[in-house]
């Protein structure tokens, strides 16, 4: 049984990122996505003007009448939402923590992909498959993933992005839209995400905390890594080490922005403390001029 708050949310977040779609993000999608080409739809007798070269030889021979493939532009997509919810998500120093930013960013990719007709699927992992709902289209399928998003309750901490991505592997067989959403704190997965990102169109949304990047003074404060759950003491008012602390943080953003660009994986990055639209919006124009 689905708590009330939890439905609550969901309503709100529905509301909310439908008319982001309508009133923003209209066309911009569509623009930006426009299917993988064209797909075999029939075979049909020769007409004069049809070109030769369509001619399906193998039907020609046994009938003995002339025949042409027919084929349709293919404009369907898949669109397949991986999401970390390992417990490095249940942090927020503003009014919203990462994985709550992500489910909201979930459901505006949701609802703006079947707005346009296509499936929309979701993969929930942490260093094991949490939730895997199939592709579908539809309005009550979306609410569905959000409410899968809201209420689930992870058995792990940790993150594996290597092990997400085998299983997208193992259970899509055609290419596919992928926005992986995490704050990409793991190892390992470098080699699995380049081959996959040739069958796939991988897009990395990586959702980052303000505190992640600066460290304020406010004196002695024990600092937990959520997913492993060591801790250490620190002294905030140390000016060396809350530069330090930045300057590091800025080199693994950097690297994590050089590993993606050699891979040729577009990256989304989503602050928890400024609107996530713009930078969805900013990545639906490139993607059409780059298109």
């Not at 049984?1 to 209209?26: C, G, H, W």
């Not at 459901?107 to 498959?129: E, M, P, Q, Y």
């Amino acid at each position: 049984m689905i708590p009330k708050e939890i439905l609550k949310k969901v309503q709100k977040i529905q509301i909310y990122t439908s008319r982001m779609v309508n009133d923003i993000l209209a066309g911009e999608y569509q623009s930006t996505f426009k299917g993988s080409g064209i797909e075999f739809d029939e075979v049909r007798e020769y007409q004069v003007g049809d070109d030769i070269r369509t001619i399906d030889w193998n039907v020609t021979a046994r009938t003995g009448r002339p025949f042409v493939k027919r084929f349709v532009e293919e404009r369907e997509l898949t669109v397949m939402l991986m999401v970390d919810v390992s417990s490095s998500g249940y942090f927020g120093s503003t009014n919203k923590l990462k994985n709550e930013i992500a489910a909201e960013l979930c459901a505006l990719l949701a609802f703006s992909a079947i707005k346009n007709n296509d499936k929309v699927g979701l993969i929930v992992f942490t260093d094991r498959i949490e939730k895997f709902i199939p592709p579908k289209k539809g309005k009550k399928h979306v609410l569905r993933v959000i409410r899968e998003l809201l209420f689930i309750k992870p058995q792990r901490s940790k993150t594996d992005i290597d092990l997400g991505i085998s299983y997208l592997n193992r259970v899509l067989t055609r290419k596919s839209v992928v926005f992986m959403v995490s704050d990409f704190l793991s190892e390992g997965y470098e080699k699995a995400m380049r081959v996959t990102n040739k069958r796939h169109d991988i897009i990395a949304v990586n959702i980052i905390d303000p505190r992640e990047l600066q460290m304020p003074a406010l004196g002695f404060v024990e600092l937990m890594d959520a997913e492993t759950g060591e801790s250490i003491i620190v002294d905030t008012y140390d000016s060396k080490l809350r530069k330090g602390f930045s300057l590091l943080s800025s080199m693994e953003l950097q690297k994590r922005r050089d590993l993606f660009k050699s891979m040729n994986v577009d990256l989304i990055e989503i602050r928890t403390d400024k609107s996530y639209v713009d930078p969805i919006l900013k990545f639906f124009k490139m993607r059409e001029k780059r298109h």
